[in-house]
């Protein structure tokens, strides 16, 4: 088995399964920032040098699947961080309001 990335997202886990190098030159963005979205592959995310294009993603609680599926229920943009934070406890599903 290949290594597994754990990130954070909107507070909860997101493992990534795979991912490609990204394009070259990517925008200046610390590490863990989405910097665009390549239609049909997948977030592209800063990285140390560069960036990686995320190809396969597992959201909390789901099974894995392509970017392009997960981009398709998820609002994933750039400017959003992937972090290494502890996920939230209480977080609503994609669409739901938070609970209080």
């Not at 989405?34 to 959201?59: D, H, N």
């Not at 894995?64 to 959003?80: H, K, N, S, T, V």
């Amino acid at each position: 088995p290949g290594r597994v990335a754990h990130p954070t997202w909107q507070g909860q886990f997101l493992k990534v399964g795979m991912a490609e190098p990204g394009p070259d030159p990517v925008p200046a963005a610390p590490p863990g920032t989405v910097v665009a979205v390549a239609r049909g592959k997948g977030p592209v995310v800063a990285c140390g040098e560069g960036a990686v294009v995320l190809t396969r993603l597992q959201p909390a609680g789901k099974r894995p699947m392509e970017a392009a599926a997960f981009l398709a229920g998820y609002r994933m943009a750039p400017g959003d961080v992937l972090g290494a934070e502890q996920p939230a406890e209480e977080h609503a599903a994609p669409g739901q309001p938070a609970k209080e």
